[in-house]
């Protein structure tokens, strides 16, 4: 007992301590750089007062501080209606505050927020995503600063806050004016009347940085403001946020005007701030291994750059694809790119294998690829083998095309690859291709992982944000944000030259995919039944996919077609239409019993849907001739006994 009562007193007497520190540390800081301080107690808290860059600061620094050193940044109004600041510093925040009110937000205030931030972060190790704090004109300057510097925003806390001058000081619409004001900040950004009604660069104006990063947005507004109207402000910022696919919420007080700000509970402000500023917030899951040397010191000394895009439909449609390129072209501004976007919907790493000579380097050689395929892989039933054969196939056979080519996989999300994870397991998916990308010593992004663990911890929902398997543009945003963050990892450190990448001597699977080619159905002997269409077209309002109509097909609507085709390899397939009308085919290879084929796929009813079909991969190398007819039996879903084959594989 004695024992137990000298250990109390000794872990309070550390935390006592602790606190004392704590409340220290800043004052001793700020001393040992030489900056006059006057010490305060604001409430219960340490409150110092100084001057940095020419500005009035404050900050008050917490009695017990989160680990991860969390900090709110108050733009204006110190003091005021203060619930949400106290109840951050009572979970651990510091709160912060530089005066640059008659600056209103102008170049020369966002220049003096990032030298106080700089000093902030680099000096006293504040984290680096802060959350802001804009009331009222504070809006102008908690905006302006993140569009500059989204990547350091938790979130943004608004409250009815100015988002465009035109509306407040200058009151060119519903607001009320305020001419002092307006010559004040006419003064602040250097321009005349007429150039500041022009003027492009207002909060307003300026959101795409934000949504990029996917910084969530609060704004708490009275709706009968009438200093700043939400007609001008709030309600432009929501319509344009969501539209760019950034995540905003607005609280309205009715019938409230400017004042009061915040709310009397502030519990909903809290809960959004604590939300978003976790100290995991910016745990992205994705390994470099042996990173992407190659691809920067190509961009940059040739100035010419080959960067491909291969996977399903989450790939093909725009989205973050397109913002990669986009970041591609700004990081290498003088880099001329050839960008080949290889992605068709419903493809996964079986038919990728196939396609990729004839998709993915039609122009030469790729310098950098990006390569997903882990929903197509589950949805569409590819066991663990083919998971492996497939994906070997595309990065095996890639290296070998250009030894120098960097190769980034990604695991995107889908519900199931949720409901593994928060059971506790790894999707087999996920699995399989880590086990190529270890293998290889590929960088690879889970961003089913990194969502899952965002979604639970109350950042965003499946439904009303990322929706539906293919991402809303909120989605877009988080999946390259992500993208963007591996890169600039990546990129960090400067590479001398460029060099071979890993490519052990033998494969993971000595049956993979990695010399998988298209053969052209010409080369087939048309026994009975199968015709050549130079151009086929289902023609029946049903869906199709581009590249997979209009081409030239063999086809057979009936029973008792027969065709033959030979060919050298280990492996042999077919990539058929499965459409509406498709019936069960049986195939034998060297006179071996006939094995049968369903074409009819779940999504086969309203879709012509392109299919890779493996019917044997682990064939004895040599010359064999596969021998495939059509029969008199079919799903009984489907309406006929069709077959259309667009390509031969061959392995």
Known sequence: ?????????????????????????????????????????????????????????????????????????????????????????????????????????????????????????????????????????????????????????????????????????????????????????????????????TYKHNPVDNLEPLTRSVVPVLHVCGTADTVVPMSENTDIIEQRYQKLGGKIIVIRKPGVDHHPHSLEDPKPIVDFILTHTTADYDKFHYCLRHGLTNSRIKFLRQKKGRVAFLGGSITHNPGWRNMVCQYLQHRFPETEFDVIAAGIPSMGSTPGAFRLTRDVFKNGPVDLLFEEAAVNDTTNGRTDIEQIRGMEGIVRHARTLNPEIDIILMYFVDPEKMKTYNEGSVPAVIRNHEKVAEYYQLPSLNLALEVTERINAGQFDWPNDFRNLHPSPFGQNVYFRSMKHLLDTAWTTESIQAAPNPMPDKPLDSFSYYHGRYVDISKAELVKGFTYDAAWNPGDGKGIRKGFVNVPVLKADRPGAELRFNFEGTAVGIFVTCGPNVGIIEYSIDQSSFRQVDQFTQWSANLHLPWAYILDAELSPGVHELTLRTTDKKNEKSCGYACRIVHFLVN
């Open 1 to 197: 007992m004695k024992n137990m009562r000298v250990l109390l007193f000794a872990v309070t007497l550390t935390a006592f301590w602790a606190d004392i520190s704590l409340c220290n540390d800043f004052a001793r800081r700020l001393e040992k750089d030489g900056i006059e301080t006057k010490k305060s107690v604001w409430y219960i808290y340490d409150r110092y007062d100084f001057t940095y860059d020419t500005r009035q600061c404050i900050v008050v620094t917490t009695k017990e501080s989160a680990g991860h050193r969390p900090w709110i940044w108050r733009a204006r109004f110190f003091g005021h209606e203060p619930q949400t600041d106290l109840a951050l510093l009572e979970k651990g925040f510091h709160l912060v505050y530089m005066d640059v009110a008659n600056l209103f937000g102008s170049p020369i205030a966002v220049n003096h927020w990032n030298a106080f931030y700089h000093y902030l972060t680099e000096h006293h190790g504040f984290h680096p995503r802060v959350a802001l704090e804009g009331m009222s004109r504070g809006g102008l300057i908690v905006y302006n600063w993140a569009g500059v510097n989204p990547e350091k925003v938790a979130c943004i806390y608004a409250d009815n806050p100015v988002c465009d001058f035109k509306s407040w000081p200058a009151a060119r619409g519903k607001g009320k004016s305020h001419q002092p004001s307006w010559e004040a900040c006419l003064k602040a950004y250097g321009l005349t009347e007429e150039q500041a009604l």
